[in-house]
Nanobody
Framework: QVQLVESGGGLVQPGGSLRLSCAVSRSTSTFYIRGWYRQAPGKQRELVAT???????NYADSVKGRFSISRDGAKNIVYLQMNSLKPEDTAVYYC???????????WGQGTQVTVSS
């Protein structure tokens, strides 16, 4: 079993920044994919960004140039730096860890991000 705990969410004004953190209890394989997803009220969960154990990254078009995903391999933490936040970024943000692209993997409990003036 892999446990993920997100932190860093909160209320921020448009144009502001937040950094989310996700602590992962352990890795069950040498290769893994970790990612951030979000779900706004009434909408489906969507990909925000992913990073692999080889540091390959991928971003949703809506966050490219504003968000940055990174990881601390030694501490088993994955970060999401969010800049130039917009009201449409408001959602619950979830962290995910999986062994391969086809696997469901494990999810954290989510952290709320609200962008509002």
């Amino acid at each position: 079993q892999v446990q993920l705990v997100e932190s860093g969410g909160g209320l921020v004004q448009p144009g502001g920044s937040l950094r989310l953190s996700c602590a992962v209890s352990r890795s069950t394989s040498t290769f893994y994919i970790r990612g951030w997803y979000r779900q706004a009220p009434g909408k489906q969960r969507e990909l925000v960004a992913t990073i692999t154990s080889t540091d390959s990254t991928n971003y949703a078009d809506s966050v490219k140039g504003r968000f940055s995903i990174s990881r601390d391999g030694a501490k088993n933490i994955v970060y999401l730096q969010m800049n130039s936040l917009k009201p449409e970024d408001t959602a619950v943000y979830y962290c995910n860890h999986r062994r391969s692209w086809g696997a469901t993997g494990y999810w954290g409990q989510g952290t709320q991000v609200t962008v509002s003036s």
